[in-house]
């Protein structure tokens, strides 16, 4: 039987108050505020920290598989799993797959590595969802759209909470869509969309795995939910019968926003942070039709080392619109007066990917010393060629030095961009960028962490690195 063993999340770093949203455009606006991708962030790199929160200290060798579910993948045709993988450390043979251009496409990932589990061909697939959907400016879904992502670790036996049903439908229904050539969410009449599509679609859908479950309203703990808006997630659940004070799992619409894809996947996460025992969940997905599953839980706490409840408090405002807008790119700012950047080799790229994109150095079986990037011979004791990969991702730092630029920039950072060398745990010093922080919080030997960022693209190709943030 196929059960959910770990959970994790991921939740940007910056915020925006949505009244200054109403603010830059003389409007009145929801309450709340956002969650905000920062300039060297996308659907990826937020997955990438959001399976890192979901593992924490397993063996990630044993991981047999990772699905990636967005609508906001970075390429139009190359698999983004399989550079999360490689950020990840997952073994060479592990199966990867991307689900994409649907919004439930996180629950349907999670149908997959359910029967991938369940018929025994895997023992444990990892299912990430992230998304960075943007409205068009002056429009009701840049008010409610915000970035995100969340991760589900699926495997055999006793877990967090077990699967017990699954229920699908399909909608051809054009309700909110997005073409090859369109960089802003599109969407039908809202009435149509909320009453003809999204009420009735859901309805169907949870009724039928009630239906297969033999459960009723009263039997269900928490109920969570997808919707694209407060008030409708406040009607869906009163129309299938949920208390919406008690039984209704919190939207997060009010500090988080519209998460896309992510959004279902992030609020189980939160609703299993504060799950008793033997409590049964109902969780609603929907895009282009609508999955809904049943939950048990165990009781067993195997959550990552943060989610949604670490994440939440850690937060940096947006001091106004044209902010947000300039990391949005939804203005044009004229770059720095620098030489273009060259277009990075894939060569390259592919004989340094242990190093660049898994952040492996080595450690000397002479002296123990760790060391990045990793030589032939080594620093300390100039042994030659006795040294054993090291991953130096999930290790934690310090900071030795730093030092802030407000000038020369691309076009795609945002002032002030940090640099500086770290000293790791246990050994090790590496020099790079620094992000997530200003530079009034900078001081020597402050906790730092890793995290997988974009550094730059040209002609289409992008380029990831980690980078030093603030440890939490």
Same mark, same amino acid.
């Given at each position: 039987?196929?059960?959910?063993?770990?959970?994790?999340?991921?939740?940007?770093?910056?915020?925006?108050?949505?009244?200054?949203?109403?603010?830059?455009?003389?409007?009145?606006?929801?309450?709340?505020?956002? &969650?905000?991708?920062?300039?060297?962030?996308?659907?990826?790199?937020?997955?990438? &920290?959001?399976?890192?929160?979901?593992?924490?200290? @397993?063996?990630?060798?044993?991981?047999?598989?990772?699905?990636?579910?967005?609508?906001?993948?970075?390429?139009?045709?190359?698999?983004?799993?399989?550079?999360?993988?490689?950020?990840?450390?997952?073994? =060479?043979?592990?199966?990867?797959?991307?689900?994409?251009?649907?919004?439930?496409?996180?629950?349907?990932?999670?149908?997959?590595?359910?029967?991938?589990?369940?018929?025994?061909?895997?023992?444990?697939?990892?299912?990430?969802?992230?998304?960075?959907?943007?409205?068009?400016?002056?429009?009701?879904?840049?008010?409610?759209?915000?970035?995100?992502?969340?991760?589900?670790?699926?495997?055999?036996?006793?877990?967090?909470? /077990?699967?017990?049903?699954?229920?699908?439908?399909?909608?051809?229904?054009?309700?909110?869509?997005?073409?090859?050539?369109?960089?802003?969410?599109?969407?039908?009449?809202?009435?149509?969309?909320?009453?003809?599509?999204?009420?009735?679609?859901?309805?169907?859908?949870?009724? &039928?795995? @009630?239906?297969?479950?033999?459960?009723?309203?009263?039997?269900?703990?928490?109920?969570?939910?997808?919707?694209?808006?407060?008030?409708?997630?406040?009607?869906?659940?009163?129309?299938?019968?949920?208390?919406?004070?008690?039984?209704?799992?919190?939207?997060?619409?009010?500090?988080?926003?519209?998460?896309?894809?992510?959004?279902?996947?992030?609020?189980?996460?939160?609703?299993?942070?504060?799950?008793?025992?033997?409590?049964?969940?109902?969780?609603?997905?929907?895009?282009?039709?609508?999955?809904?599953?049943?939950?048990?839980?165990?009781?067993?706490?195997?959550?990552?080392?943060?989610?949604?409840?670490?994440?939440?408090?850690?937060?940096?405002?947006?001091?106004?619109?044209?902010?947000? &807008?300039?990391?949005?790119?939804?203005? =044009?700012?004229?770059?720095?007066?620098?030489?273009?950047?060259?277009?990075?080799?894939?060569?390259?790229?592919?004989?340094?990917?242990?190093?660049?994109?898994?952040?492996?150095?080595?450690?000397?079986?002479?002296?123990?010393?760790?060391?990045?990037?990793?030589?032939?011979?080594?620093?300390?004791?100039?042994?030659? /060629?006795?040294?054993?990969?090291?991953?130096?991702?999930?290790?934690?730092?310090?900071?030795?030095?730093?030092?802030?630029?407000?000038?020369?920039?691309?076009?795609?950072?945002?002032?002030?961009?940090?640099?500086?060398?770290?000293?790791?745990?246990?050994?090790?010093? @590496?020099?790079?960028?620094?992000?997530?922080?200003?530079?009034?919080?900078?001081?020597?030997?402050?906790?730092?962490?890793?995290?997988?960022?974009?550094?730059?693209?040209?002609?289409?190709?992008?380029?990831?690195?980690?980078?030093?943030?603030?440890?939490?």
């Amino acid at each position: 039987m196929a059960s959910i063993t770990s959970y994790g999340a991921y939740i940007p770093w910056r915020r925006l108050d949505r009244a200054q949203i109403g603010k830059a455009w003389v409007t009145p606006v929801m309450p709340g505020e956002k &969650a905000v991708a920062n300039y060297d962030e996308d659907s990826l790199t937020m997955a990438v &920290a959001a399976c890192i929160d979901c593992l924490g200290d @397993m063996d990630r060798q044993k991981i047999d598989g990772l699905f990636f579910a967005t609508t906001t993948t970075p390429f139009k045709e190359k698999q983004a799993a399989a550079i999360i993988a490689r950020a990840v450390d997952l073994r =060479p043979d592990a199966l990867t797959a991307d689900y994409i251009s649907s919004l439930r496409g996180g629950t349907l990932a999670l149908k997959s590595a359910m029967d991938a589990v369940g018929n025994g061909s895997a023992k444990q697939i990892l299912v990430v969802a992230a998304d960075c959907r943007v409205g068009a400016a002056q429009g009701p879904r840049e008010v409610a759209l915000g970035d995100g992502a969340a991760a589900i670790l699926v495997g055999s036996g006793e877990g967090v909470a /077990d699967i017990k049903g699954f229920h699908s439908i399909f909608s051809d229904t054009m309700d909110v869509w997005r073409t090859e050539e369109d960089r802003f969410v599109r969407s039908w009449e809202d009435r149509f969309v909320i009453d003809k599509a999204y009420m009735m679609t859901m309805e169907k859908a949870v009724a &039928a795995v @009630m239906a297969d479950c033999g459960l009723k309203p009263k039997d269900i703990a928490k109920a969570v939910i997808y919707s694209p808006d407060p008030r409708s997630h406040q009607t869906l659940g009163r129309a299938l019968g949920f208390d919406p004070k008690t039984q209704l799992q919190d939207s997060l619409f009010g500090v988080i926003g519209n998460t896309g894809t992510a959004l279902t996947l992030m609020m189980l996460a939160a609703a299993l942070e504060t799950a008793g025992a033997g409590q049964k969940m109902l969780v609603a997905s929907y895009g282009d039709g609508s999955d809904a599953l049943i939950l048990e839980t165990t009781g067993k706490k195997g959550h990552g080392k943060k989610g949604i409840k670490g994440y939440l408090p850690i937060k940096k405002m947006l001091n106004n619109y044209e902010a947000y &807008a300039r990391i949005e790119q939804l203005l =044009p700012v004229e770059p720095s007066a620098r030489p273009p950047v060259l277009l990075p080799s894939a060569v390259v790229g592919w004989r340094e990917s242990k190093k660049n994109l898994a952040l492996y150095g080595a450690k000397c079986n002479s002296c123990g010393k760790p060391q990045y990037p990793a030589q032939r011979v080594c620093a300390y004791c100039q042994s030659k /060629d006795n040294l054993t990969p090291y991953r130096f991702s999930d290790k934690k730092a310090k900071l030795f030095t730093f030092a802030f630029d407000n000038l020369g920039m691309s076009k795609t950072d945002v002032p002030p961009v940090g640099g500086g060398a770290i000293n790791f745990e246990g050994g090790g010093r @590496m020099l790079g960028q620094l992000t997530d922080m200003d530079f009034e919080q900078a001081r020597i030997d402050m906790p730092m962490e890793m995290t997988f960022r974009k550094h730059y693209q040209v002609e289409g190709m992008p380029v990831y690195l980690w980078k030093a943030k603030p440890a939490i």
